[in-house]
Nanobody
Framework: QVQLVESGGGSVEAGGSLRLACVAS????????MAWFRQAPGKEREGVAV????????YCADSVKGRFTISRDKAKSTLYLQMNNLRPENTAMYYC?????????????????WGQGTQVTVSS
C-alpha cells in the first residue's frame, strides 16, 4: 500500500519559515519523481516544485524561486520543502505527490500517488 505522509505545516507570520516533509512508503521502484503542490481556498491546485530523477530541481512557480528549496533524501524516502520569507499568499494546503507518468512535471494530473496534505497559514 502506497502512503505519502506530509508534516511540518503550521501558522506563521509573514517573513517566517517552515520546513515541510513527506515520507513515502510502498511506492513501486526506486527511481520515481516527487513533487510538492498546493491548493489555496477557491483556487486550483498548482505545482510548487519538483525533484527530477537526476536530482535536478524544477520550480513551477516563479514566485517561490529564491525563497523555497525542494530536496530529497532517497535513503529516508523523504521529500522536503524549505520555505523561507513566507507571504500571506503562500497560505494553502500543501500536498506531496509521487510517481510521475508523463507530460508536464508541474501538472498534478501527471502524478499517481498523493498525500493528505499539510496546512500552511501565513498571517500578515
Amino acid at each position: 500500500q502506497v502512503q505519502l505522509v506530509e508534516s511540518g505545516g503550521g501558522s506563521v507570520e509573514a517573513g517566517g519559515s517552515l520546513r515541510l516533509a513527506c515520507v513515502a512508503s510502498g511506492v513501486p521502484g526506486t527511481t520515481y519523481r516527487m513533487a510538492w503542490f498546493r491548493q489555496a481556498p477557491g483556487k486550483e491546485r498548482e505545482g510548487v516544485a519538483v525533484v527530477l530523477i537526476d536530482s535536478t530541481n524544477l520550480y513551477c512557480a516563479d514566485s517561490v524561486k529564491g525563497r523555497f528549496t525542494i530536496s530529497r533524501d532517497k535513503a529516508k524516502s523523504t521529500l522536503y520543502l524549505q520555505m523561507n520569507n513566507l507571504r500571506p499568499e503562500n497560505t494553502a494546503m500543501y500536498y506531496c505527490a509521487a510517481w510521475y507518468t508523463s507530460g508536464d512535471s508541474c501538472s498534478g494530473a501527471n502524478y499517481r500517488y498523493w498525500g493528505q496534505g499539510t496546512q500552511v497559514t501565513v498571517s500578515s
